[in-house]
């Protein structure tokens, strides 16, 4: 499945901006007076090669799994809270429900690695294992195992579009996940952990330099090579970041728009254009969250979001938030008027 995946995804169709632009310049506004509006509908028209794009109804999918490096101590909250917060989730009560409820979005839960049995309406099991290992003492997971995680990520990613979902929206919950990502990040980038390092689900400033060296040393035990994602992943990452990994690919291959929400979102995306370079023409980042490491991940897929609301929840509530900005984007081009159905006198270009 991974490799039929990574086979179908084709670049963007830039050749289509062209026209969009035209269309773009014909409705009646002075031309690029609606901003980045403008340059996101070029982009969702280039990745589903439809001139009149539409993004309704969007996709949410929630991966929840269990990191062994819980065990260091690095999290705010007990390990126990990710299985809780996926019973919250059956019951939507969860700050992703009702950001997805509000935008009308079909919602999944998919446990690909809680440690413990969770169920619930909505509640996807696709469990790859009971958690990650420490990844201070082992690899977090075999590479069959990340493998399987990315493909649980596709196949979820599949039911969103075969569900009629036009846009995709990808939330995680991970008691950990930030320590993660953040080693993740240093490992495919190089930078140092002490820049990428942040208080993820709100641990005291006192315990960051903790986090700091629990990841440090965990880079040397393991000593991942930049060049094998998949290889990075299996050592340092989580299931759940696998699967968003996975389910960026599934979208891509199959031309629907990705809305990327914040820190472990975007560690996910960066994994996924290291397998698979043509993914990032399908990205579109919501939010700059309060995580630093976010910042330099951004910086890497040279992206630049569309809110910074100092958000730092996670779930994919960052870009159910935005999703309403794409939708407008679309409106904007098919429901304005043009300035010859208008009736209106077009102005100089060249002013």
């Known amino acids: 499945m991974l490799a039929d995946t990574l086979a179908a995804i084709a670049p963007v169709d830039d050749t289509l901006a062209a026209t969009a632009q035209t269309r773009l310049d014909n409705l009646t506004k002075p031309p690029g007076s609606l901003g980045r509006l403008e340059s ?12 009149v794009p539409r993004v309704s109804p969007p996709g949410v999918i929630v991966f929840a799994a269990d990191h062994g490096v819980a065990e260091e101590g690095v999290s705010a909250f ?27 979005a079909r919602l999944e839960v998919v446990d690909v690695g809680v440690n413990g049995d969770v169920e619930g309406e909505g509640v996807v099991c696709d469990k790859v294992r009971r ?20 493909e649980v990520g596709i196949r979820a990613a599949g039911r969103s579009h075969d569900a009629g979902c036009r846009c995709l929206i990808v939330g995680e919950m991970g008691i950990a996940n930030t320590t993660s990502s953040s080693a993740l990040l240093a490992a495919l980038s190089g930078l140092s952990v002490s820049r990428l390092v ?3 689900t ?27 994602p998949l290889e990075v992943l299996a050592k340092l990452g989580g299931l759940e970041i696998a699967a968003m990994a996975g389910a960026y690919l599934g979208a891509a291959a199959r031309r629907m728009p990705i809305l990327v929400d914040g820190f472990i979102a975007t560690v996910a995306a960066l994994v996924a254009c290291r397998l698979a370079p043509a993914v990032r023409g399908y990205l579109l980042f919501a939010h700059r969250s309060c995580e630093p490491g976010h ?42 008027a043009t300035f010859a159905s208008a009736g209106v006198a077009s102005g100089d270009k060249a002013e």
């Open 202 to 228: 709100g641990i005291d400033i006192s315990r960051l330099s903790h986090k700091a060296e629990v990841i440090e040393g965990a880079l040397v035990a393991r000593k991942p090579d930049p060049a094998q």
């Open 78 to 104: 007990p390990q126990e809270v990710t299985a809780q917060m996926v019973t919250n989730f059956a019951a939507g009560g969860a700050a992703i429900n009702v950001f997805a409820r509000q935008i009308g």
């Open 131 to 150: 958690g990650t290992a420490n990844f201070c003492r082992e690899d977090a997971m075999s590479l069959a195992e990340a493998k399987r995680a990315i």
């Open 198 to 200: 942040g208080q993820g």
């Open 40 to 51: 996101l509908v070029q982009s969702l028209i280039c990745m589903s090669g439809d001139i």
């Open 295 to 336: 910042d330099a991940a951004l910086e890497l897929l040279e992206a630049r979001p569309l809110l910074d609301l100092q958000l730092r929840l996670g779930e994919g509530t960052g870009a159910a938030l935005a999703f309403p900005l794409l939708e407008a984007a679309c409106r904007m081009l098919s429901e304005m």
